[in-house]
């Protein structure tokens, strides 16, 4: 008893990390404060379908950081990532647990001049891929589709027209590296829809952001894959919602927050 007493003083006395990055954790870091959480269901195609929760924090040195775990609806994986940027929302490294044949394995990746470092490691996995990129690149770790919304933050809208984005990335439930990919984005404009109102409650509206943007991956034979994306936020750049459309494939994978189905049926429909 006298050692059990003794170790628990111990764990609750020990100091808290000022900058813990451990794989898909924020804890031990004082002043931190959630800046939004949600829940989005993906659903389409069955290979994608999954259900990805998801916090923003704010950081107490003024950085962002996105907590997201992907679970998939059949059950193959269940994911943690967690992406931090600066005070402008841009990236500066990641961090996650995969699932890679049946292994878990940690992945770090952290931004390095113009390329990304990436080690993956877990029981018989050690890797240690470079992904290019340029200084200002973006990090994803497929498959979160919550790291895409970022770019909507960054979009000059005073400029207009298709923006480039870089980005290089690694999946969390496969062995893949994504070097030097692009996303071109552009904003279609907004448009003021009904949400669905609470009995007893006055009408409720959301004004919903609307971007479009083709994603092209590089091919090991030189060439691109394309894919068409359409990206909806709310006024304050909060994800509320995605379709991507994959070539060859027949029906579209669309990922929606909870709670937004009636906004989700509205914006689908236009």
């Known amino acids: ?29 004082a002043g931190a404060i959630i800046l939004d959480s949600g829940v989005f269901v993906v659903t389409g195609n069955p290979l994608f379908a999954r259900e990805e929760s998801f916090e ?15 679970t998939a609806s059949d059950g193959r994986f269940r994911v943690r990532a967690r992406f931090d940027l ?37 029981e018989g996995v050690n890797l240690t891929p470079t992904a290019v990129c340029d200084p200002d690149c973006f990090i994803n770790m497929s498959p979160s589709s919550l790291a895409m919304f970022v770019m909507t933050r960054h979009y000059d809208e005073a400029k207009g027209g298709a923006q480039t984005f870089r980005w290089a990335g690694q999946d969390l439930d496969r062995v893949r590296t994504l070097s030097g990919g692009k996303a071109d ?17 006055p009408p409720r509206q959301a004004t919903v952001r609307h971007y479009t943007f083709v994603e092209l991956l590089p091919l090991d034979d030189g060439g691109t894959f394309a894919l068409d994306f359409d990206l909806w936020t709310d006024a304050d750049h909060r ?3 995605f379709r991507v459309r994959t070539p060859g494939a027949g029906t579209a994978t669309t990922g929606f927050r909870v709670g937004w189905e009636g906004v989700r049926a509205q914006v689908l429909s236009d």
């Not at 007493?5 to 813990?20: G, H, R, S, W």
């Not at 923003?56 to 992907?70: A, K």
């Open 239 to 241: 994800p509320l919602g």
């Open 56 to 70: 923003y924090v704010r950081r107490q040195d003024g950085g962002v950081t996105l907590l997201n775990t992907i």
């Open 86 to 122: 600066d005070a402008q929302w841009r990236s500066l490294r990641a961090s996650g647990v995969g699932l890679y044949d049946g292994v878990p394995v940690e992945i770090q990746m952290r931004r390095n001049g113009e390329q990304v470092d990436i080690t993956v490691k877990g």
């Open 1 to 29: 008893m006298a050692r059990l007493i003794l170790t628990l003083v111990i764990l609750i006395t020990a100091p808290a990390q000022a900058q813990d990055d451990r794989p898909s954790t924020f804890a031990g870091q």
């Open 185 to 201: 984005l552009t904003y279609q404009g907004s448009k003021v829809y009904q949400r669905q109102t609470l009995p007893g409650r």
